[in-house]
């Protein structure tokens, strides 16, 4: 099992929909999360951080389930904008290890 | 306040050639890292920097890479002789410090093209 795993999707939703993207992790003993988000062949850009069990910014809430090991990004009221790659990453021992990444494509 | 900067952006070689790949961080963060993308996944740490000390170098493949930051501010890493397998994307992050919270901000990257 990888440590950390995410649905490669695409997911493809039309304008105005809220969509969730799942990332599950294998260390239970992870204490922070993170969700990125990349456009195409450009760097990660940090979008939330979450230490306990949630955060909400805008349209964008991510929630931590440390029982069942994931966290999760909810992403309402969708944007073209909105339309890139977005990647979870945990934090283990100051190293930062990364999903694959789940593909959204927002459209008109 | 200005982010991570990475040089070149792109770069072709032939194999067997060596090639070096320079970052500089955000002013003040102490981490800096190197992480390597390859299409389709996730950054995967190379090595890690606190100030001028590297710190996990676990994943770096010490046959043919190095890297240094000898001044605890920026760094370079290099890669000799370069194989076509080492064709990817170069990314710089660096942090304010460690621990739990532990933002990092990664730089544009250096895309690789080893032919």
């Known amino acids: 099992r990888k440590e950390v795993e995410q649905d490669p999707g695409p997911f493809n939703v039309p304008e105005g929909a809220t969509v969730a993207f799942n990332c599950t992790y294998s260390?239970?003993?992870?204490?922070?999360f993170f969700w990125y988000r990349q456009d195409c062949r450009k760097e990660p850009k940090l979008l939330m951080s979450?230490?306990?069990s949630g955060n909400e910014d805008g349209r964008f809430t991510a929630q931590l389930n440390r029982a069942s090991q994931y966290i999760s990004l909810l992403i309402r009221d969708s944007k073209l904008s909105d339309s890139a790659t977005y990647l979870c990453?945990?934090?283990?021992?100051?190293?930062?290890?990364f999903g694959a990444g789940t593909i959204l494509r927002v459209k008109s | 306040e200005a982010g991570v900067v990475q040089s070149p952006r792109y770069k072709i070689i032939e194999k067997k050639q060596p090639v070096a790949f320079w970052c500089n961080p955000i002013?003040?963060?102490?981490?800096l890292y190197w992480y390597l993308q390859n299409l389709g996944q996730g950054p995967e740490l190379l090595i890690r920097?606190?100030?001028?000390?590297?710190?996990?170098d676990s994943q770096l493949p010490k046959d043919r890479f190095s890297a240094e930051r000898l001044k605890g501010v920026d760094s370079t890493l290099k890669i000799q002789p370069a194989e076509l397998g080492d064709s990817a994307v170069y990314l710089c992050?660096?942090?304010?410090?460690?621990?739990?919270?532990?933002?990092?901000?990664f730089g544009p990257g250096t895309r690789l093209t080893v032919l």
């Open positions: 992050a660096s942090s304010q410090g460690q621990g739990v919270y532990n933002e990092q901000f």
């Open positions: 260390n239970s003993a992870s204490q922070s």
């Open positions: 990453a945990v934090n283990e021992g100051n190293k930062l290890v």
């Open positions: 002013s003040g963060h102490n981490t």
């Open positions: 979450v230490y306990s």
């Open positions: 920097y606190e100030n001028e000390e590297a710190v996990d």
